[in-house]
């Protein structure tokens, strides 16, 4: 259906629009008497809707399909022109962001029913700049108001304290939370469908999808490092256009082969492709982004964060960001990325962005990057062998189906450059080129199949986050 988001200028108005509004009335079902500020806009006659003459103009919520997609890429003259492209037609847009801001306050609505000084806060590619139209809302419970961590001022030898239960470990009081406020979303939440209780993972979480929206939600309480993981992507992508520009290219690059995958396992996930493009870009001869080290020198006590015993500080103020020149263009940066990491050397070296350099590996996996908050932790351990060399051919056939276009480009719409390598093989089209690589025997697809699952069984008792594997779109 068609859906507005509507704001008002005066609270008053909110007040004379809920007088005005009557409960949902049906002639076979009865009702959960819990209202949201979602209302449903109908026509009293049936004969209004003809008289109406409404005009609407719908903004888009979804991405074009892909074959349109490379078609448009097609159409255009540079890879330069592509990868912006790709990005307008993909990013999230300002009533999307807004939209998702609303289901996170309808959210809070429910939650606040057990902690009514709780707030609901998006993160994840709904706020870091790198999302795209149709990804998921990730949403954090906010519970700090209730849970006595603030320190209360003290008057004379007296100090008062609530009353508040106590249980053995922080891990089982967000598990009881969510699961409470799951059954809630459940059992209440207006246009709450499929609700799923995720305890047991690294990081509990309550996975629903939001009809009216569109929106497939996953809501975590405690979590705090991916809060400021999520800053930290904002701040990156800021800086630079060619930071988002490049992460979006590799994102649905990634997405169109297979690399990454709605269904948990041996893939790597979208967070992980995104360190990759931050660290190549460090790795730049005149560096696009500062490592985050530097970010970390350069905050005030404004940036100053420490989360559990993790050093969580950087800059938040980008004026104080100076970067040095430097001209590299999109396509450039492209073609350069798919070489960067078509001849790294994986087996020896991990990825730091916190010191922008290779670092020797700490441990066996074969992809090792470091999270740059839980230094100790690698966010792509859940990758197994198959998966990262499926990675490095692909990257290698598209510096080549890349380069090749560089000299010259077929004209008309004939898949080129970008366009080319969203083709759902460019092994194909390098192989035409090159004569060199044959499609995979099924026999492999199967193994490298059977390798992921169980990577993703072993996934689950490691340090990897919760989600490092969870359903994405890009
Ligand atoms: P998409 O949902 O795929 O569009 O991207 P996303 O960035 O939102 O990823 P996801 O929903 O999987 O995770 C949400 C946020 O949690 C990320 O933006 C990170 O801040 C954080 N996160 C996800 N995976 C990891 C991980 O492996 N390690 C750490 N430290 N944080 C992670
Ligand atoms: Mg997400």
Redesign the pocket.
């Known amino acids: 259906g068609v859906h507005a988001v509507v704001e008002f200028s005066e609270k008053e108005c909110i007040a004379a629009l809920q007088d005005g509004t009557r409960i949902l009335s049906t002639n076979h079902e009865s009702t959960v008497p819990f209202k949201t500020r979602l209302l449903t806009l109908r026509f009293n006659h049936p004969g209004d809707q003809a008289a109406a003459q409404m005009s609407v103009k719908c903004l888009k919520q979804s991405t074009i399909p892909i074959n349109e997609l490379i078609q448009k890429l097609s159409s255009v003259d540079s890879i330069d022109q592509q990868v912006d492209l790709l990005t307008r037609e993909y990013q999230l847009t300002e009533e999307n962001i807004r939209l998702r801001f609303l289901v996170c306050s309808l959210l809070k609505d429910i939650a606040a029913a057990y902690f009514p000084e709780s707030s609901v806060k998006p993160?994840?590619?709904?706020v870091?700049t790198?999302?795209?139209l149709g990804?998921?809302l990730?949403m954090f419970l906010d519970l700090d108001g209730n849970s006595g961590r603030k320190v209360g001022k003290t008057a004379g030898p007296y100090i008062l304290e609530y009353q508040m239960k106590q249980v053995s470990s922080e891990r089982m009081v967000t598990q009881s939370i969510l699961s409470v406020i799951g059954e809630c979303i459940d059992q209440f939440g207006p246009g709450c469908v499929g609700v799923q209780k995720i305890l047991n993972a690294r990081c509990p979480l309550v996975r629903f999808s939001h009809q009216p929206s569109g929106f497939q939600c996953?809501l975590t309480a405690n979590n705090r490092?991916?809060m400021r993981?999520?800053e930290l992507?904002y701040v990156y992508g800021s800086l630079d256009p060619r930071v988002r520009a490049l992460v979006f290219s590799v994102r649905c690059w990634a997405r169109v082969h297979g690399l990454t995958s709605s269904i948990p396992g041996a893939w790597i996930?979208?967070?992980?492709l995104?360190m990759m493009v931050l660290f190549f870009l460090q790795r730049r001869s005149s560096p696009i982004i500062p490592t985050l080290d530097q970010l970390k020198s350069l905050a005030g006590t404004d940036g100053k964060c420490i989360i559990e015993g993790h050093d969580c500080t950087f800059v938040t103020n980008l004026s104080k960001i100076t970067l040095p020149e430097n001209t590299d263009t999109p396509g450039q940066l492209l073609q350069e990325f798919f070489e960067f990491y078509g001849n790294f050397t994986f087996s020896k070296n991990s990825i730091n962005i916190r010191k922008g350099k290779e670092q020797n590996k700490p441990e066996a996996s074969p992809l090792h990057i470091q999270?740059?908050?839980?230094q100790s932790?690698n966010?792509s351990k859940n990758v197994n062998q198959t998966q990262l060399e499926k990675f490095v051919t692909l990257a290698r056939d598209s510096a080549w189906t890349l380069q090749q276009n560089e000299v010259s480009h077929p004209s008309g719409t004939h898949p080129w450059g970008l366009a080319a390598l969203l083709l759902p093989s460019v092994s194909q089209t390098a192989g035409k080129n090159k004569n060199k690589r044959k499609r995979q025997p099924a026999s492999e697809r199967i193994k490298s199949l059977l390798d992921s699952i169980k990577a993703s069984k072993v996934t689950k008792t490691t340090d990897?986050?919760c989600?490092?594997a969870?359903k994405?779109?890009?």
């Open positions: 993160f994840g590619s709904s870091n790198f999302g795209k990804c998921d990730d996953d490092i991916a993981s999520s992507l996930t979208n967070f992980s995104t999270n740059p908050f839980e932790l966010v990897v986050f989600k490092s969870k994405k779109s890009l």
